[in-house]
């Protein structure tokens, strides 16, 4: 059969798939839209394939929050390249799979990709991206957070968002509060909210090595436990959120800030999502 140009055109709204995969896509299914509109998703899912082994370390990091201020989502969709992260279409996709992923409360990677989207599922339209840009595109991290307050903050033009859970429902101040937070937490990565989260493993790992330079430094074996718990101390102070020094007034940690904010206020948990 004859394949006009309006027939194309029709197929490239409905897809975004290109003028000549559009045409290509109703050669081969002799007009079919339906049939077209699955030939152009079985290409998307090839060319997924032939790219599984790229690397997809660009895209863009959305953090949503629902209107009660009870429920966050951090949701990082990838490519392969900045011109396509940077793209606007690409920015808002990311936008609305964070969207489903709030307005249903889903919990899981393997359930966002699962669930409804655009006349598809979130993990058939993202196949469908794949087929009209020509990259490697997946959700590739997913986080969640639940609680009485919960804050969202996007840095860097997309390329990373941090949530965090305060103790309290959300008011003007505590919601500055948990912004300045989050900013900390995007600058300062810290490995964990206090010393009690990080794992022996770590901690251990921590005073391995400063045990190893005091010996290489000629320390006496006596102190080489007290050297090796300082460090761990000093690892502790800089690298877990409430003890790290406040970014915005050194002359308080973490958590003294927040309770300048409100003596009863608390962090109770925090997610950060970064393009890697």
């Known amino acids: 059969m004859s394949i006009t140009a309006a027939d194309v055109n029709k197929l490239r709204q409905q897809t975004g798939a290109g003028l000549m995969d559009c045409k290509k896509a109703l050669v081969e299914t002799n007009g079919d839209f339906e049939a077209a509109i699955d ?9 997924a394939a032939n790219r599984a082994e790229r690397e997809a370390n660009e895209g863009a990091v959305v953090a949503l929050t629902n209107e009660e201020g009870t429920f966050g989502v951090a949701v990082n969709l990838c490519s392969e390249t ?21 307005d249903s409360k889903i919990t899981s990677l393997e359930a966002l990709l699962a ?5 598809a599922t979130v993990g058939e339209r993202v196949t469908d991206m794949i087929a ?70 770590v901690k251990d790992r921590e005073r391995a090595i400063a045990k190893e330079k005091a010996i290489a430094a000629g320390k006496p074996e ?37 309770k300048s904010v409100d003596k009863d206020l608390a962090i109770h948990s925090f997610k950060r999502v970064a393009l890697s």
Do not use: C, W
């Open 82 to 102: 900045d011109f396509v992260a940077k793209n606007e279409d690409f920015i808002n996709t990311a936008k609305a799979i964070a969207q489903v992923a709030l």
């Open 132 to 201: 009209k840009i020509g990259e490697k595109i997946e959700v590739k991290k997913f986080e969640v957070v639940p609680g009485a307050g919960v804050v969202a903050y996007i840095h860097m033009g997309y390329r990373m968002g941090v949530l965090v859970e305060l103790n309290k429902s959300l008011n003007e101040a505590n919601i500055i509060a948990g912004k300045d937070v989050a900013m900390q937490i995007a600058a300062m990565n810290p490995i964990a909210l206090d010393g009690s989260s990080v794992s022996d493993e």
């Open 222 to 258: 006596a102190i080489l436990d007290k050297i090796a718990d300082g460090a761990v101390l000093a690892m502790l102070k800089e690298s877990t959120l409430l003890s790290q020094a406040f970014v915005k007034d050194s002359s308080k940690n973490v958590d003294q800030y927040i």
């Open 39 to 47: 030939y152009l998703r079985k290409k998307g899912a090839k060319i």
């Open 115 to 119: 669930a409804p989207f655009q006349g």
